[in-house]
């Protein structure tokens, strides 16, 4: 089974920091890429950065030079780091992977940036 369980959110003030992590099991984790996408309050769900299995990575335009996106093999683990936070990055966030044919997501953690 599936499972993708996110951790870290909560209240930051702007220009402050938090860290995102994704606990991945039921599947290989090392050969699928993940993702972390976050849906604000009357929005649609965003893609905010991806990892390939390779390595490689994009990140949407609004976090570029601001959030990154890692992974540990070794512990099934993908994490965002979210530096300069602002207040437009209030949402939540929710971790994904495109397993045997369909997304999976987490139940998602708020992460609320004050001004």
């Known amino acids: 089974q599936v499972q993708l369980v996110e951790s870290g959110g909560g209240l930051v003030q702007a220009g402050g920091s938090l860290r995102l992590s994704c606990a991945a099991s039921g599947f290989r984790f090392n050969n699928y890429a993940m993702g972390w996408y976050r849906q604000a309050p009357g929005k649609q769900r965003e893609l905010v950065a991806r990892i390939e299995s390779g390595g490689s990575t994009i990140y949407a335009d609004s976090v570029k030079g601001r959030f990154a996106i890692s992974r540990d093999n070794a512990k099934n683990t993908v994490d965002l780091q979210m530096n300069s936070l602002q207040p437009m990055d209030t949402a939540v966030y929710y971790c994904?992977?495109?397993?045997?044919?369909?997304?999976?997501w987490g139940r998602g953690t708020q992460v609320t940036v004050s001004s």
């Open positions: 994904n992977a495109f397993v045997w044919g369909s997304n999976r």
